[in-house]
Nanobody, 122 residues
Framework: QVQLVESGGGLVQAGRSLRLSCAASSSRSIFSIGAMGWFRQAPGKQRELVATSTSGGSTNYADSVKGRFTISRDNAKNTVYLQMNSLKPEDTAVYYC??????????????WGQGTQVTVSS
């Protein structure tokens, strides 16, 4: 099992910045942690990908956040970050951390954080 603890959400004005953090702790059954990323869900909308990072450092971003958001990770700490700059009201959503991990049986599973609210006022 992998437990995820998110932090860093809040209320900010448009144009300002926020940094989200997600720390993963795994049980002895987990062999490795792979991709780590962030998704978000706005009221009345489906959950969507924001950014992901592979264990090798490759990154992928939603078009709507390219150039404004940066994902990074500290593999030694099993922590993933999301630096969000030039925030817009349309970035308002609950942000969820996602981690993909493989156990010793070879199974690959997705784990989700509890979500952190980001609200951007105009």
């Amino acid at each position: 099992q992998v437990q995820l603890v998110e932090s860093g959400g809040g209320l900010v004005q448009a144009g300002r910045s926020l940094r989200l953090s997600c720390a993963a702790s795994s049980s002895r059954s987990i062999f490795s942690i792979g991709a780590m990323g962030w998704f978000r869900q706005a009221p009345g909308k489906q959950r969507e990908l924001v950014a992901t990072s592979t264990s090798g450092g490759s990154t992928n971003y939603a078009d709507s956040v390219k150039g404004r958001f940066t994902i990074s990770r500290d593999n030694a700490k099993n922590t993933v970050y999301l630096q969000m700059n030039s925030l817009k009201p349309e970035d308002t959503a609950v942000y969820y951390c996602n981690v993909r991990a493989r156990d010793y049986a070879g199974a690959l599973n997705d784990y989700w954080g509890q979500g952190t609210q980001v609200t951007v006022s105009s």
